[in-house]
């Protein structure tokens, strides 16, 4: 009986590992203006050219640094009406100190623990954004990023999102987006969306970064219940002379969001982020609110 009694008892601890294994939840990497017990907070200072010097987010103990140029304000933390956080990243369009080439105002993931995202490696991107209407209503240009994958100084992202260019808007409610890839065999635009203007949208993307041929992929998720487009493309470089001092290009990236584009006088834009969330799993950056299964 006793011998019988020490079986069951160990099957039932077997059976419930099994389940505890099963429901655990997957953790992100990185979570940025997400709604959780550890507030975020923007740090002293003032955003400048050199990365990390001020307005810097710091959330669950890392610091996501800023870097701010031309007329790019310093990232912003504001929050909806039930406390949910969210970023603004805002330019003026003024010329403050002269000629301005660039307006930039980015966070970008530079945790010493992680300082880079490697080559041939699955990752999954969450976020929500959310564009207004005054941003949407000016003509923009054809580079303006608002995230991006970043290889090495001298060379454009490998990997991005971007607002599609346009003489001039007929309907300031929506706007056109563009996931991007570029390597050393191929650049282009790779997935096209109409995006509601004034609107929360949830995007999930998937990125392997490979530049030989055919063997990167980016895949996107629009939304519950909406869409999903996946494509297998090489991006990202690897010959040698792309980088700042001819260097051969590093086989890793950083991430980086906000508003990165070309200077325009006398027009502002605004983006706004929240639930930015990094991880090595599908499941590990599902907002809990969203349903898994309508993702699929």
Request: hydrophobic share 30%.
């Amino acid at each position: 009986m006793e011998y019988h009694i020490k079986t069951y008892r160990i099957l039932s601890l077997v059976i419930s590992l099994q389940i505890y294994i099963g429901i655990a939840k997957e953790h992100p990497l990185y979570q940025i203006a997400t709604r959780s017990i550890h507030k975020p907070i923007i740090s002293v200072g003032i955003c400048t050219k050199s990365i990390g010097e001020g307005n810097n987010l710091i959330e669950h103990s890392v610091t996501y640094k800023s870097k701010c140029e031309g007329d790019g304000h310093g990232p912003k933390l504001e929050y909806e009406t039930d406390g949910t956080p969210y970023l603004t990243f805002k330019t003026s369009g003024k010329e403050e100190a002269g000629y301005m080439p660039k307006s930039r105002t980015e966070l970008a993931i530079t945790d010493p623990k992680r300082p880079y995202f490697q080559f041939g490696k699955d990752y999954y991107i969450g976020f929500k954004l959310k564009i207004p209407d005054s941003s949407a209503a000016v003509a923009i240009n054809n580079s303006f990023y608002i995230f991006q994958l970043w290889q090495c100084s001298g060379a454009s992202p490998i990997a991005g999102l971007r607002l599609s260019p346009s003489d001039k808007y007929t309907d300031n409610s929506t706007t056109n987006i563009n996931f991007m890839t570029r390597g050393d065999f191929s650049e282009g635009s790779t997935v096209h969306f109409n995006i509601q203007n004034d609107k929360w949208i949830h995007f999930i993307v998937k990125v392997n970064v490979n530049p030989r041929k055919g063997r990167g992929q980016l895949t996107v998720w629009k939304n519950i219940n909406e869409v999903k487009v996946e494509t297998n493309t090489s991006f990202g470089y690897f010959n040698k002379g792309i980088c700042t001092k001819g260097k051969r290009p590093p086989q890793h990236f950083r991430v980086k969001f906000g508003i990165y584009k070309n200077f325009e006088k006398n027009k502002n834009f605004i983006i706004n982020y929240s639930n930015f969330v990094v991880g090595d799993t599908f499941d590990s950056v599902i907002i809990p609110s969203e349903n898994r299964s309508s993702f699929k």
